[in-house]
């Protein structure tokens, strides 16, 4: 295969995956988002629920008014020194629509997160979905 096909290939298939799965009746192709926010700051328990809340409140809820929700979580991974590190974290699932808009908005909310907790990084996990309210 040459390289421009390989491009091709690549280019046609991210555009597929924008497009979104075929629905079923009454439902309407859009996409999901999960964003975990890790609470620790400098290796301690640092985000309270209280400083949480506030932050859905100021930045999640006027870029996502449609609704979001919040879960509880606990990860883990390994660290820069090969160390395991876990952690609580908060889950929020946003229901997307396949727009550049929102994934604006997704990305200045991690960024919003990350400044004000100190964070190295904020876990998205995208996903195409079959939505119906």
């Known amino acids: 295969m040459t ?6 290939v690549l280019a046609l298939g991210g555009c597929a995956s924008l497009i979104g799965p075929s629905c079923p009746a ?3 192709p859009m ?3 999960q964003l975990f926010f890790g609470q620790n700051i400098g290796g301690k328990p640092g985000v309270s629920e209280a400083d949480f809340r506030k932050f859905v409140d100021e930045e999640l809820t006027p870029r996502f008014p449609s609704g979001l929700t919040v879960l509880e979580g606990g990860g883990q991974w390994k660290g ?19 727009a550049i808009e929102a994934n604006l908005k997704v990305n ?10 100190n ?6 996990v995208t996903q195409p979905a079959c939505v119906d309210f």
């Not at 200045?108 to 907790?117: D, E, G, S």
């Open 26 to 28: 009454g439902q309407e």
């Open 31 to 33: 996409r999901t988002a």
């Open 3 to 8: 390289l421009t096909a390989a491009v091709s």
């Open 119 to 124: 964070q190295e990084s904020v876990l998205l």
């Open 80 to 98: 820069d020194e090969n160390k395991l590190i876990r952690e609580a974290s908060k889950v929020v699932v946003l229901v997307l629509p396949n």
């Open 108 to 117: 200045a909310a991690r960024k919003a997160y990350k400044a004000r907790f």
